[in-house]
């Protein structure tokens, strides 16, 4: 057999390999990525679903809890109110219990990993995106994985 | 110095990178050698106009100008002047200008470097370095500029973002940067070489050099990177796959793909057409990892804010793109390949699977990055892959790099027979089975943990054999003591044994990522005053919280004692301080390393009424490998990059006329 053919089909079994791994992978670790106002008009078809949701953190709305366990907080987040657009009405109410990263308060932009379960998000991370006020390179990547 | 010297500077250097485009390109087509030093000598004039504004900026920053927008919002008059100095990269803007400095001042050399060498290539070099010059000069004179002044004049600054504040971040984007504009130059080189037709392997003898030095700091700006996340950001790890990594991580493996491939070219006329792709691709990357970073368009946890710079860099791009591909389809029947593939088992093997793997890896983390883009496209809805994605595609094939890492330098090149095989291998294959088996009886691990073990043994037998080797046949036949054989083997064969040290960082690497991914405990506990819990051989107790106020920064600090066994070994006060401008509180974690492991404390959070902690603790183990692969990384690249002394370089290059200059490879 000619050895470029040799060859050839080597890169053609690693690429398979690779091509193989990236499927596999992609299955096990997918979650759907939506801002709260995409979220909104599909939430009911979203139950139990791997998620990362953007939004904002409503002001006022923040309750923390500190036992044994960690610190349990609850609170809801809604859409970002850009430059020329009215804020979707709506709002998702949020529960984790861990460590939030320290740029994490009422009024800031964050993106939050969990599962939505009977209308409320079961977080296991939350995460800051940088406000627009620090144009910062390096914002805050405190992942705040409570696995 | 007046800020308004600034864009002057700047608008000149535009008008100047122009002029030395068409200058170089129309002398060419003239045949006017002073055309052609003319825009050379604008390519000069171009790195004085960019230094001059780069200095207005440094003074206006210094003298704390808060006239100016950017040294508003950069810095203040209390922060110290070694941080004044990284706010001229610390934002977007000025990031950009900084990025004009380096790229200006590689291009000031190579035009120094050549002025008797490589007269034919030289005009596209400077065309083409000078393009990617005016497409950044058209980015800081209209889209963001770094001069525009404030409306009203700010009283104070708001200051450089507090997690910047760190020494491993003064460093890291200027390395980075570094790396990144440094592959500017094999790239010029390689359009240069299809646009005349010179495809020996000139252009890359003469850029080898370049590459290499990109190619450090790349790789000391990735590692950067990663131990200022490690140290500053608080969650135990040092790799989190974010965009912004993946956007550095990606050239870098193209970049280590080429380094290879091309001594297969060197030596043996072969893969010129991928080397090629290589090149294009790998500066392409640094360009697309900029746009990554700075368009807004994968949500990173620390990506630039939306600057409206993403369809610029697209553009770019794209112009790069399909002018280098249109360039090499033209020229692909001059680049066919004089010899062919022997064997699959030899060294020429070894090395294409070594570049597929790279590039495959490559393609993975890119796939994996734009992965919420593609599914947007594709099904309309956004998906997201997160860490786990990278680890499971990439470390199974991270550890065949690993063994093909062990197996190219000592395979025999052409055709490798049983023979050679079973005398070549039998020493690191035994290192490897009995490191393996070494490592899981001594700390136990899982099959990951045993197989890469067992391979970076293996591979470690590699190089101690070549090293052995060398050394031996020179005691025996020059009578060298062993310390003088193998320093002199060093330095006679530079790029090969410098080589090898450089793989012995990687080897290096490998462990700290084989421990801290493997070996890693974690933990995270409320506990009241006076509680304890373990991890990993330590007792930690929590003593209480304790305070501090200056001016500047409040701190707030929890108090843990560390036992081991029955006894105080340390003391750690993980701490939230709270910066008082801008307001805003940061994590500082408390670490204890020892040669073995790190013990990493978060004070999470706190309840004030009743002083409960929520503290987050780490062992990670073998991390101090990270450190010293990359000290061991820089030392080994610089044994390769050292120039030779003038009477051993290459005789081909002190025949020719040209080479007065003396030679870059």
């Not at chain 2, 704390?64 to 110290?80: G, K, N, Q």
């Not at chain 2, 790099?401 to 025999?412: D, E, N, R, T």
């Not at chain 2, 450190?627 to 050292?642: C, D, H, Q, R, S």
Request: glycine share 8%.
């Amino acid at each position: 057999m000619n050895r470029s053919v040799k060859f050839g089909i080597g890169a053609c079994l690693l690429a398979a390999a690779i091509g193989y791994l990236m499927f596999a992978g992609v299955q096990t670790s997918s979650s759907y990525y939506f801002t709260v106002a995409e979220f909104m008009p599909r939430q009911h078809e979203m139950g139990g679903e791997p998620l990362r949701l953007a939004g904002r953190v409503h002001e006022g709305s923040l309750r923390k809890q500190t036992s044994a366990k960690g610190t349990e907080m609850n609170f809801t987040i809604g859409d970002f109110a850009g430059p020329n657009r009215v804020p979707v009405e709506g709002a998702i109410p949020v529960v984790y219990t861990g460590v939030v990263p320290d740029m994490f308060a009422e009024g800031r932009d964050v993106i939050v990993e969990g599962r939505y379960v009977d209308g409320v998000l079961q977080a296991h991370a939350v995460m800051t995106s940088c406000p627009s006020k620090y144009e910062a390179k390096p914002g805050e990547a405190a992942q705040a994985a409570a696995n | 110095m007046t800020p308004e010297l600034g864009p002057l500077a700047l608008h000149l250097g535009l008008v100047l990178a122009i002029y030395a485009i068409v200058t170089s390109l129309v002398g060419v087509w003239w045949r006017r050698r002073d055309v052609i030093a003319s825009g050379e000598h604008a390519a000069f004039a171009v790195w004085g106009c960019v230094i001059v504004a780069a200095a207005t900026l440094l003074h206006a920053l210094s003298i704390h100008d808060f006239r100016i927008e950017y040294v508003a919002a950069y810095s203040s008059s209390t922060l110290p002047l070694y941080y004044t100095v990284a706010a001229l990269w610390g934002g977007q803007k000025g990031s950009l200008l900084f990025w004009l400095v380096i790229l200006t001042s590689i291009t000031a050399i190579v035009e120094l470097q050549n002025r008797h060498r490589n007269r034919e290539l030289m005009p596209y070099v400077t065309a083409v370095l000078m393009g990617i010059a005016t497409f950044f000069l058209l980015m800081v004179v209209f889209i963001t500029p770094p001069f525009e002044a404030l409306a009203v004049p700010a009283t104070e600054g708001r200051d450089l973002n507090p997690l910047l504040q760190n020494y491993w971040m003064t460093i890291h984007p200027p390395s980075l940067y570094t790396g990144f504009v440094g592959m500017s130059v094999p790239f010029a080189f390689a359009m240069a070489a299809l646009a005349t037709g010179k495809l020996g392997d000139t252009w890359i003898r003469s850029t080898r050099r370049w590459t290499l030095f990109a190619w450090f700091f790349l790789s000391l700006g990735n590692l950067f990177g990663a131990l200022w996340a490690y140290e500053v950001l608080g969650w135990g790890g040092y790799w989190a796959w974010d965009p912004v990594e993946n956007a550095a991580f990606m050239p870098w493996l193209t970049g280590t793909a080429f380094l290879h491939s091309v001594m297969i070219q060197e030596k043996k006329n072969m893969l010129k057409v991928w080397n090629m792709v290589l090149v294009i691709l790998t500066f392409s990357l640094t360009i697309f990892g900029t746009f990554l970073t700075r368009s807004g368009v994968i949500s990173s946890v620390h990506s630039f804010t939306q600057s409206g710079l993403g369809p610029f860099f697209l553009s770019f791009l794209a112009i790069v793109l399909v002018v280098s591909l249109s360039l090499l389809i033209w020229r692909l029947p001059l680049l066919r390949s004089e010899n062919e593939l022997d064997s699959l088992l030899s060294r020429e093997s070894a090395f294409l699977f070594n570049n597929l793997i790279l590039v495959g890896i490559a393609f993975a983390v890119f796939w994996g990055t734009m992965f919420p883009v593609i599914s947007e496209w594709v099904r309309g809805v956004k998906i997201t892959v997160g860490p786990p994605f990278f680890n499971r595609v990439n470390a199974p094939l991270g550890l065949v790099l690993l063994f093909l890492m062990g197996v190219g330098p000592i395979i025999a090149w052409r055709r490798a027979t049983w023979a050679h095989l079973r005398r070549s291998f039998a020493w690191p294959v035994s290192v490897g089975i009995v490191g393996g088996i070494a490592c899981l009886a001594l700390g136990g691990g899982n099959y990951w943990s045993l197989v890469a073990f067992s391979l970076i043994f293996f591979v470690l037998g590699t190089i101690s054999a070549e090293f052995w080797r060398g050394m031996r046949a020179r005691q025996i036949m020059l009578g060298e003591s062993a310390p003088l054989a193998l320093l002199r083997l060093t330095v006679k064969n530079k790029r090969r044994y410098g080589g090898y040290v450089v793989h012995l960082a990687i080897v290096m690497i490998f462990i700290a990522i084989t421990g801290t991914s493997v070996f890693r405990q974690e933990k995270q506990v409320t506990v009241n005053q006076g509680e304890r819990f373990e991890i990993g051989g330590y007792t930690l107790q929590y003593n209480g919280l304790e305070e501090r106020d200056t001016p500047h920064i409040s701190y707030l600090m929890a108090n843990v004692g560390v036992f081991s066994g029955d006894r105080q070994v340390d003391t750690l006060k993980p701490e939230k301080r709270f910066y008082k401008k801008p307001e805003q509180p940061t994590t500082e974690v408390a670490i204890r390393s020892t040669l073995g492991s790190d013990l990493y404390l978060v004070l999470g959070s706190y309840d004030e009424d009743t002083h409960m902690a929520t503290i987050l603790a780490y062992l990670n183990p073998l991390i101090g490998f990270l450190y010293w692969g990359g000290a061991t990384l820089a030392f080994g690249t610089l044994i390769v990059i050292w120039p030779a002394p003038l009477a051993a370089r290459e005789p081909a290059y002190a025949a020719a006329p040209e080479a007065r200059e003396g030679t870059q490879s």
